[in-house]
């Protein structure tokens, strides 16, 4: 066995390389980031997956002569000085790693002309990272092109170790995407094997940008909002209003959340692809954050179904620290917990009251509306962002329909709100804030329910005690339940439900006035004003939707009545 020994220098800035660069993607990252901390507006990727090689360019400050011929250097950066600027980190870059180990792993060339230049520089650099002959002059507009040519040939068996060429490809692409989600204030435009592959224009935020990259989304799909962030306050503050207040800015300091949220009740994924984190300008892996946003929707939702969620948090510099990965991917944050309460309140908020857009339009409301009933399973009807909390007197109750909905007229147009899953709402949100267990004096005989259904009843407070062979006697039940006929099946359902909150939902589904059920004006009145007080007036706790709305200027479009729909 060898003695412990030091590395020799180039080994140790080789090691680092590989970390830094791994793949076509990391480049891409790398060299991405670069421009945008270079205050780039457009950026152009060309890819050439045969030879694996990279040129992207960008149209933001550029490099000055004496910068382009260090650039590659190891450990030599624009954005910091000194141990301290660790802890006030602006840009995306910082380490100094990227263009060095870029050299390392592969032919790179460097051409970049500053602003108010006449004419730009070419630098090629060696392995080292040093330039291999005096900079030449060469004619391009403002800004910087790097040039990576033939990635990992100098290291076959890392070259051998790539996975296949369309898995390398599929990285590029969704790295771009969330660069692009990220920073939505930027054009993309991406070229493989010489043939245009995609482009991502520029938004104001991520409701312009996430449609570009998946054509099922649509912009009526999301609803944006912004808030500044309250301070760190003291562990035994009791908060008696929501920790979240609607902004335009960005808060003291800079310190803001916005979020970018698909609403419930016409967007879901299969995966949970789109829970997304952006944290000062950069998508990070932050599991705690993700799972808090997973938390507050779930119940929002149909069953085996996704949000779409992209919280994007800016924070003082002193309250993030990058040297957690190689790649920057993840971070440390200062109070976390404080920033978990206070997206949970700024996703209540988004889905209490969406902004209507009267721009928006998505076709034949009246198809929609006979469609509904061939889609039993779909609940992704396209409709509008509708605000449901308008006030009772502006809401004109017309009909039942079918003893199942309810027509109303407001200003706007007109609301079909199931009965049922709208008084499950109602109920629902009731039983969450005051879930009552009463006693009854004729207890009700279970059967066919095993030992864990029996915990999963008693730990929703309910008194449960053997009584016989199999049997099972109840002697106390949640408030809601009290009188209903079928108390027995319920509760064997119940018992069936792993998630409290679920179980709960069944109680509320299975009380609320069911469908069928003629009802008089007075009643509908009342369960329309009561719906509209929920916090979540979009879908049931099973993730079903409660409205349909019909604009005004839709039913005039179906009815070619032009002159209407514009005005």
């Known amino acids: 066995m060898q003695n412990i020994h030091a590395l020799p220098i180039e080994v140790v800035h080789l090691i680092a390389a590989g970390e830094v660069i791994d793949s076509l993607a990391a480049v891409v990252r790398e060299l991405a980031e670069n421009a945008i901390d270079a205050g780039a507006t457009r950026i152009v990727i060309s890819i050439w997956t045969e030879t694996l090689s990279m040129q992207v360019s960008d149209n933001g400050c550029g490099m000055a002569i004496a910068d382009l011929a260090y650039a590659a250097t190891p450990h030599t950066t624009s954005k910091i000085d000194k141990a301290a600027d660790l802890r006030q980190i602006h840009s995306l870059g910082f380490r100094g790693e990227a263009l060095y180990s870029l050299a390392q792993l592969a032919d790179l060339s460097i051409c970049s002309r500053p602003i108010l230049e006449p004419v730009g520089y070419q630098a090629n650099y060696d ?11 060469v004619a391009i507009a403002t800004g910087t ?22 898995q390398q490809i599929r990285r590029v692409q969704l790295q771009i995407q969330q660069m692009a989600i990220a920073n939505p204030q930027i054009n993309w435009q ?24 998946i054509n099922s989304i649509q912009s009526y799909d999301l609803v944006y909002k912004e808030f500044a962030l309250i301070p760190m306050l003291p562990i035994e503050k009791t908060y008696s209003k929501p920790l979240i207040s609607p902004s335009t800015g960005r808060g003291e300091r800079g310190e803001g959340i916005s979020i970018t949220l698909g609403l419930p009740d016409r967007l879901s994924r299969r995966r949970p692809d789109w829970i997304k984190v952006i944290l000062n300008g950069r998508l990070v892996n932050f599991p705690e954050l993700e799972q808090t946003m997973l938390s507050s929707l779930e119940k929002t939702l149909p069953r085996n179904r996704f949000p779409v969620c992209i919280v994007e948090l800016n924070l003082a510099c002193n309250r993030i620290d990058w040297n957690r990965h190689p790649a920057k991917v993840e971070a440390y944050i200062q109070n976390l917990g404080n920033i978990q309460a206070q997206i949970k309140d700024v996703i209540t908020e988004a889905l209490k009251a969406p902004e209507s857009n009267a721009q928006t339009s998505y076709g ?14 779909s609940y992704l009807i396209p409709t509008k962002r509708e605000n449901f909390n308008r006030s009772n007197a502006s809401i004109k109750v017309i009909t039942q329909v079918l003893d199942t909905y ?52 008693q730990a929703l407070g309910l008194e449960i005690e053997a009584f016989g062979n199999e049997l099972w006697a ?7 339940l009290i009188g209903h006929t079928d108390c027995a099946l319920i509760l064997q359902e119940m018992s069936q439900l792993d998630d409290p909150t679920m179980a709960r939902a069944t109680a509320a589904c299975r009380s609320a006035i069911r469908n069928g059920t003629k009802l008089d004006l007075t009643t509908i009145r009342d369960l329309l004003w009561q719906w509209q007080q929920t916090r979540n007036p979009h879908t049931c706790p099973h993730g079903r939707p409660i409205c349909l709305a019909i604009d005004e200027s839709d039913l005039a479009r179906f009815f070619r009545r032009n002159w209407i729909i514009s005005k």
């Not at 092109?145 to 369309?166: D, E, G, H, I």
């Not at 070229?191 to 570009?212: V, Y």
């Open 145 to 166: 092109v790097v040039t990576a040519r033939n990635l990992f040939a100098r290291y076959p068996n890392r070259l051998r170790a790539l996975p296949n060429k369309s």
């Open 406 to 457: 309810i027509l109303a007229e407001h200003s706007g147009g007109l609301w079909l709100v199931e009965q049922h899953v709208a008084h499950e709402r109602v109920i629902f949100e009731r039983i969450e804030t005051q879930w009552q267990i009463v006693p009854i004096e004729q207890p009700i005989l279970l059967q066919q329910i095993n030992a864990d259904g029996i915990e999963r009843l």
């Open 474 to 480: 109840v002697r106390s039940l949640p408030e809601i």
């Open 127 to 137: 392995e080292h990272g040093n330039s291999q002959s005096p900079l030449k002059v």
């Open 364 to 377: 034949s409301a009246t198809n929609d509306l006979l469609r509904t009933a061939e889609r039993k399973t």
């Open 190 to 213: 991406v070229n493989l094997d010489n043939r245009e592959w995609f482009t991502i224009w520029a938004g104001a935020n991520a409701t312009e940008i996430l449609p570009q990259i």
